[in-house]
Nanobody, 119 residues
Framework: DVQLQASGGGLVEVGGSLRLSCAASGFTFDNYVIAWFRQAPGKEKEAVSQIDINGGKTYYRDSVKGRFTVSADNAKNTVYLQMNSLKPEDTAVYYC????????????WGQGTQVTVSS
Protein backbone atom coordinates (compact mmCIF):
# COMPACT_ATOMS: atom_id res chain seq x y z
CA ASP A 1 0.00 0.00 0.00
CA VAL A 2 1.11 3.53 -0.76
CA GLN A 3 1.78 5.57 2.35
CA LEU A 4 2.88 9.16 2.77
CA GLN A 5 3.52 9.99 6.40
CA ALA A 6 3.87 13.69 7.10
CA SER A 7 5.28 14.92 10.39
CA GLY A 8 7.06 17.85 11.98
CA GLY A 9 4.30 20.38 12.33
CA GLY A 10 3.77 22.41 15.46
CA LEU A 11 3.38 25.83 17.03
CA VAL A 12 6.09 28.37 16.36
CA GLU A 13 6.46 32.11 16.78
CA VAL A 14 6.76 34.53 13.88
CA GLY A 15 10.23 34.31 12.40
CA GLY A 16 10.76 30.79 13.65
CA SER A 17 11.52 27.60 11.77
CA LEU A 18 10.08 24.14 11.34
CA ARG A 19 11.11 21.15 9.26
CA LEU A 20 8.41 18.93 7.88
CA SER A 21 9.12 15.37 6.82
CA CYS A 22 7.25 13.15 4.40
CA ALA A 23 8.17 9.47 4.60
CA ALA A 24 7.05 7.56 1.52
CA SER A 25 6.51 3.85 0.98
CA GLY A 26 4.68 1.51 -1.35
CA PHE A 27 5.83 3.01 -4.64
CA THR A 28 9.04 3.61 -6.57
CA PHE A 29 10.20 6.80 -4.91
CA ASP A 30 12.68 7.74 -7.62
CA ASN A 31 10.00 7.86 -10.31
CA TYR A 32 7.75 10.39 -8.66
CA VAL A 33 7.30 14.06 -7.89
CA ILE A 34 6.71 14.74 -4.21
CA ALA A 35 4.81 17.90 -3.34
CA TRP A 36 3.77 19.87 -0.33
CA PHE A 37 0.32 21.46 -0.29
CA ARG A 38 -1.31 23.47 2.45
CA GLN A 39 -4.81 24.46 3.38
CA ALA A 40 -5.65 27.30 5.73
CA PRO A 41 -9.07 27.57 7.38
CA GLY A 42 -11.64 28.80 4.89
CA LYS A 43 -9.20 28.74 1.99
CA GLU A 44 -8.51 26.49 -0.96
CA LYS A 45 -5.73 23.95 -0.81
CA GLU A 46 -2.65 25.36 -2.54
CA ALA A 47 0.61 23.94 -3.80
CA VAL A 48 3.58 25.13 -1.77
CA SER A 49 6.59 23.30 -3.15
CA GLN A 50 7.57 20.20 -5.03
CA ILE A 51 10.63 18.19 -5.95
CA ASP A 52 11.14 15.83 -8.85
CA ILE A 53 13.00 12.97 -7.19
CA ASN A 54 14.51 11.92 -10.52
CA GLY A 55 16.61 14.95 -11.29
CA GLY A 56 15.94 17.17 -8.30
CA LYS A 57 14.04 19.95 -10.05
CA THR A 58 12.16 22.03 -7.53
CA TYR A 59 9.25 24.45 -7.50
CA TYR A 60 8.13 27.01 -4.93
CA ARG A 61 5.11 29.25 -4.83
CA ASP A 62 6.10 32.90 -4.84
CA SER A 63 5.08 33.57 -1.25
CA VAL A 64 7.57 31.03 0.15
CA LYS A 65 10.53 31.57 -2.18
CA GLY A 66 13.68 32.33 -0.23
CA ARG A 67 12.14 31.03 3.01
CA PHE A 68 11.27 27.39 2.30
CA THR A 69 13.58 24.70 0.97
CA VAL A 70 12.47 21.28 -0.27
CA SER A 71 14.91 18.39 -0.34
CA ALA A 72 14.93 14.64 -0.63
CA ASP A 73 16.84 11.81 0.99
CA ASN A 74 16.55 8.99 -1.52
CA ALA A 75 18.09 6.45 0.86
CA LYS A 76 15.29 7.11 3.35
CA ASN A 77 12.48 7.68 0.80
CA THR A 78 11.83 10.92 2.62
CA VAL A 79 11.21 14.48 1.48
CA TYR A 80 11.75 17.45 3.75
CA LEU A 81 10.37 20.96 3.77
CA GLN A 82 12.56 23.33 5.74
CA MET A 83 10.50 26.39 6.60
CA ASN A 84 12.31 29.48 7.87
CA SER A 85 11.18 33.01 8.67
CA LEU A 86 7.68 31.76 9.23
CA LYS A 87 4.79 34.19 9.00
CA PRO A 88 1.24 34.02 10.39
CA GLU A 89 -0.04 33.50 6.84
CA ASP A 90 1.91 30.24 6.70
CA THR A 91 -0.49 28.80 9.26
CA ALA A 92 -2.23 25.84 7.67
CA VAL A 93 -2.48 22.09 7.55
CA TYR A 94 0.38 20.89 5.38
CA TYR A 95 -0.01 17.77 3.25
CA CYS A 96 2.53 15.82 1.26
CA UNK A 97 1.47 14.24 -1.98
CA UNK A 98 3.00 12.19 -4.77
CA UNK A 99 2.42 11.67 -8.45
CA UNK A 100 3.98 11.53 -11.87
CA UNK A 101 2.62 15.06 -11.96
CA UNK A 102 1.11 16.71 -8.89
CA UNK A 103 -0.81 19.59 -10.39
CA UNK A 104 -3.71 19.75 -10.53
CA UNK A 105 -4.17 16.45 -8.74
CA UNK A 106 -1.54 14.11 -7.30
CA UNK A 107 -1.96 10.36 -7.39
CA UNK A 108 -1.49 9.93 -3.67
CA TRP A 109 -2.08 12.06 -0.57
CA GLY A 110 -0.70 11.79 2.92
CA GLN A 111 -2.36 12.92 6.09
CA GLY A 112 -1.82 16.51 7.12
CA THR A 113 0.34 18.05 9.78
CA GLN A 114 -0.70 21.30 11.44
CA VAL A 115 1.61 24.31 11.31
CA THR A 116 0.62 27.28 13.45
CA VAL A 117 2.60 30.50 13.45
CA SER A 118 1.75 32.81 16.32
CA SER A 119 2.20 36.55 16.15
Amino acid sequence: DVQLQASGGGLVEVGGSLRLSCAASGFTFDNYVIAWFRQAPGKEKEAVSQIDINGGKTYYRDSVKGRFTVSADNAKNTVYLQMNSLKPEDTAVYYCAAGKVVVPTPDYWGQGTQVTVSS
